[in-house]
């Protein structure tokens, strides 16, 4: 029977949030089984907790944010939710000082890193994967993201179309198998990416105040202004489907089903997980046991046994 996962003990990040600029500390916990993953703000007091679900996302400018009815927020989840998607991890406490989680590098390898050193434990729980029974989608303008059916896990094929010299066309569509050995080569070290004419208007809004070359690729009208360049050469495609994957684990079930998508972010990425679950007519919660060989299932990632960490800064 496929199990429930979470970390074999606490570990601790420290890194810079790319709203706010300011250093933001998250500590991540071992949870019981079917707890989910619940987000504290330790800053506040009383803390304020959340649980990681489609309804919670309120906010989709620039990131992925939890806001409750309140208005307390936690911003910039979806690099975390991507990385845990790639361990299977269903089951995390997740505590931080500010609205926000570290942007650390920009992309989803730091979280890699973190949660190999610690390491997992399964527990004595079934693990429930979300199986898409028929096909869902939704549109915005020209832009469309849609969930079908398949045989064979996870599957996600996503095409951007920006007009940028340093973009090259044939660059902007990529197919994954999903795996979290998959997603650890070919997705997770993918930075979130702007332009530079769009920082002036973001720091005017108080928006990505602690963002830098450090934590993103950046553009001028010409070129990529890191001095080290890509990651990938399709690193701009390879970091909207982290965001995806990040998105489409909102509520703590990996997708078994194929992702198509057209110039989606994550608000449209909100969107088809809520149409998703919106009829239970959509989707089935279901189990892989071993009586069940036959049944898709996906691999995850599978942290060394010792602990190598129990802090990480960036």
């Not at 810079?16 to 998250?26: D, Y």
């Not at 989709?60 to 944010?65: D, F, I, K, R, V």
């Not at 434990?121 to 199986?131: G, I, S, T």
């Amino acid at each position: 029977m496929n199990k429930q996962r979470t970390l074999k003990q606490a570990v601790s990040a420290t890194g810079i949030g790319l709203h706010s600029g300011a250093k933001v500390e998250v500590t991540f916990r071992p949870a019981p089984a079917n707890t989910g993953i619940i987000y504290t703000r330790t800053d506040l007091q009383p803390n304020v907790s959340m649980r990681c679900e489609p309804d919670a996302v309120r906010d989709t400018q620039l990131c992925t944010a939890l806001v409750d009815l309140n208005g307390t927020r936690i911003s910039t989840v979806e690099h975390l939710t991507a990385a845990l998607c790639a361990f299977g991890i269903d089951n995390l406490y997740v505590d931080v000082n500010a609205p926000e989680l570290p942007v650390m590098d920009g992309s989803a390898h730091p979280f890699i890193y973190l949660f190999e050193s610690t390491g997992l434990v399964e527990l004595d729980a079934p693990k429930y994967y979300l199986r898409v029974a028929r096909k869902v989608r939704v549109e915005d303008q020209d832009k469309w993201a849609e969930l079908l059916p398949n045989e064979g896990g996870f599957k996600l094929d996503l095409t951007i179309d920006f007009n940028h010299p340093a973009m090259d066309r044939e660059l902007q569509h990529f197919i994954l198998q999903f795996s979290g050995p998959a997603f650890a080569r070919e997705l997770a070290r993918a930075r979130t990416f702007c332009f530079m004419r769009d920082v002036e208007y973001m720091h005017a809004h108080n928006l990505a105040l602690g963002g830098s070359l450090d934590n993103a690729v950046v553009l001028d009208d010409y070129r990529v202004v890191n001095p080290d360049g890509l990651r990938y050469p399709n690193e701009f495609v390879k970091h909207k489907m982290l965001d995806a994957v990040g998105d489409l684990y909102m509520n703590c079930h990996n997708i078994l089903g194929d992702f198509k998508a057209y110039k989606t972010g994550h608000a449209l990425n909100n969107k088809l997980l809520r149409a998703l679950l919106s009829d239970e007519a959509n989707y089935e919660l279901m189990t892989i046991t071993d009586d069940h060989k036959a049944e898709p299932a996906i691999e995850f990632l599978h942290p060394a046994s010792r602990s190598m960490a129990s802090t990480l800064s960036f």
